[in-house]
């Protein structure tokens, strides 16, 4: 017999069948409920296409931010093979957001040391080590790559947005898109590739994620221009069994008869370790089957093809024996190979408009940029472009922002990286693919595209330029001596993580991990010395009681950080009540001394900064700043929508 009565909240049991973020506030018109979402003239706020890396991250973040979204994709498996293999510490960062790191760590291989070999001179082995560094130069919360093939990531986001009610339409083949106007302006063209049913859905936005050969870009009639090598490399995944001494880490490898970058893999069965060789191949072929001298681009893209298709695996690994002779390598298993030719090309536009104006259909990942794989860029910068693209659908669609003010800053932003990115690749490619003497090609001039280049690899020095997401302002308080890859607040840059100290239970923290994931705005304010000043309580009050109320509940968070050396210092009576009441956990303090050296904040002056909810500064400000009607409000104003204005989307 019981002895005792319990009762559950609904909340309680929703919470014990799995901790889900709730959706962001939707004051738009309600999402459409399909009963069925495949049946012909089903609508939906979003639709994908491809769901690769870029297109299931988009879709994950939609999911959560409670926007209806179909994905869909034409391969009927979820098994993607070869293609990417790791993670860079910036896409690392953004993944422990979403309280996926640890999955992703405890599948990969974490990546700290790249080893850099180079021809022998007189009396030395054919190849020797010239240098052994960190594989990544740049503070950041995780100082290494992890090294995991897209297919497991795919499946790890996947089971995440599963999590949140959303599922991948497989075996469905997009067709064409047209635009027809109303409150779904966009009638997509499906066909399902098992039945061959054709049907059509509507939708506000449609997002091509379909790779390099991008149906939905062509209907766009957009064109992806730059140019491509002659260079033909192959890329092969085998378990070796070898003695060369670094095969554990990656290693840039430059011989007299070619060159290959190996990359250390994750686990498979049997307690085997995967490696992946890129390797660049001798070229048997005439020189008439070049690129360079085809008499129009299809004929490039014929002879390339020819090219391509000489290439065997036997030669890749025959390559690969001859470029690390003196060492022998024996290929245990294969798990896939490929040949590829080096290209880099951006695409003109990466969204095209409807008859009224707004940006209704976009193009992201490999649809919008390609480039060689040795930087181990193409799955980041994909999975960057919908970390980018997906808060700014969701607060359009929510009618969380003013209307049609967001969606412009996507190919603002996201093109300029990828220009960048093929600006980069295209140096460092080149170099690779030189042999070391090759027009005075040095390890010292190889190592140093390298070094240079990791705060922009790593994705941790990735900028945005100024515009109406990225105000930028000369802050006096602020020692802009400092390099912002190495911590200075730089708008339009992501914040780098500190250790703090949260207030309310002395715990100690890293400051990424207390930064909400839920696609918030936060305001972040690093306070002076002597933050009991009047004029300072005001400014918090302000922050804390009546700049949140201005927009809808919930989006809009503050931080306080305060500059002591000791919690024991602080009390909470030394606050405005509603920071207790209302943000409990949001008050930390600098305990460890670090945080306003590293982000160059003067203690006696302090500052105020905008974190966008892709984890950006919005902007750096002065902390008078901080004040009614005064630049942070203009700001926000700006980019988040009144409380209590409707969405006319």
């Not at 960190?134 to 497991?152: E, I, S």
């Not at 649809?367 to 980041?380: D, E």
Request: charged fraction near 25%.
């Amino acid at each position: 017999m019981p002895v005792f009565t319990e009762e559950s909240s609904p909340e309680m049991l929703q919470r014990a069948a799995g901790l889900k973020k709730p959706p962001l506030p939707r004051v738009s018109s309600p999402a459409p409920v399909n009963v069925d979402r495949t049946a012909d003239g089903a609508k939906h706020e979003v639709v994908i296409i491809g769901t690769g890396p870029a297109g299931i991250m988009l879709s994950l973040m939609l999911a959560r931010y409670g926007v209806s979204c179909l994905p869909v994709e034409k391969v009927t498996s979820m098994i993607i093979p070869g293609q990417a293999d790791g993670l860079q510490p910036r896409t690392l960062e953004v993944l422990r957001t979403l309280g996926l790191s640890e999955e992703v760590f405890s599948q990969g291989f974490p990546n700290h040391r790249m080893a850099f070999w180079n021809p022998g001179g007189p009396g030395e082995p054919r190849i020797v080590r010239t240098a052994v560094t960190d594989d990544v130069t740049v503070p950041t919360r995780y100082p290494h790559k992890v090294l995991l093939a897209a297919g497991r990531v795919v499946n790890i986001l996947e089971r995440q947005m599963n999590k949140y009610g959303n599922e991948v339409e497989r075996g469905t083949e997009f067709l064409k898109y047209e635009f027809v106007g109303g409150e779904f302006p966009v009638r997509v063209f499906l066909r399902d590739v098992v039945t061959g049913r054709e049907y059509s859905v509507f939708t506000k936005y449609l997002v091509g994620a379909d790779g390099a050969h991008s149906k939905v870009r062509e209907q766009m009639g957009v064109k992806l221009q730059g140019e491509s090598t002659d260079y033909i490399w192959g890329v092969v995944d085998a378990v070796l069994k070898t003695d060369f001494p670094d095969i554990r880490k990656r290693c840039a490898i430059h011989s007299d008869a070619a060159s290959i970058m190996a990359i250390p893999r994750e686990m498979i069965e049997d307690q085997q370790y995967m490696t992946r060789l890129y390797t660049q191949l001798e070229d048997v072929v005439d020189a008439t089957s070049t690129v360079a001298n085809a008499a129009s681009e299809q004929e490039a893209k014929a002879r390339a093809r020819e090219r391509r298709q000489r290439v065997t695996l036997p030669r890749i690994l025959d390559q690969v024996k001859k470029t690390m002779a003196p060492y022998d390598v024996e290929v245990v298993k294969v798990d896939w190979w490929a040949a590829y030719q080096i290209g880099q090309r951006v695409a003109t536009k990466f969204a095209v408009q409807d008859s009224e104006g707004a940006d209704r259909v976009f193009i992201m990942g490999d649809a919008c940029h390609t480039h060689s794989p040795k930087a181990g860029q193409g799955m980041n910068v994909s999975m960057m472009d919908a970390f980018n693209l997906g808060w700014k659908l969701a607060f359009e669609l929510l009618g969380l922002a003013p209307k049609g003010s967001l969606l412009p800053t996507y190919e603002f932003e996201r093109r300029d990286i990828a220009e960048q990115l093929i600006a980069f690749d295209n140096a460092f490619a080149s170099k690779f693919s030189q042999k070391m003497g090759d027009d005075g090609l040095s390890h010292e001039d190889f190592f140093k595209v390298f070094h240079t280049g990791c705060g922009f690899t790593s994705g941790c020095g990735i900028e945005y330029e100024q515009s109406s997401l990225v105000e930028k302002t000369l802050v006096k308080a602020l020692d802009n001596s400092l390099n912002p890859d190495f911590g200075l607040l730089r708008s339009g840059r992501r914040l780098i993580n500190i250790p703090v100290r949260r207030f309310s239970d002395d715990a100690p923290c890293e400051f990424h991990d207390v930064l909400p994931a839920s696609g918030h705005y936060v305001v972040l304010v690093l306070l002076p010395k002597l933050f009991k000043d009047p004029r300072v309580q005001q400014q918090l009050t302000y922050l804390t009681s009546t700049l949140p109320q201005k927009f809808a509940r919930g989006i809009l968070e503050p931080f306080i950080i305060h500059p002591l050396r000791s919690n024991d210092d602080v009390e909470w009576n030394m606050f405005p009540k509603a920071l207790k009441e209302d943000w409990e956990w949001n008050l930390l303090g600098d305990v460890s001394g670090q945080g306003y050296e590293t982000f160059g904040v003067d203690r006696d002056a302090g500052v105020v900064a905008v974190l966008r909810p892709d984890g950006v500064l919005g902007g750096v400000w002065d902390i008078d700043e901080l004040a009614p009607k005064r630049r942070v409000e203009s700001y926000l104003a700006a980019n988040l929508s009144a409380r209590g204005t409707k969405s006319l989307l």
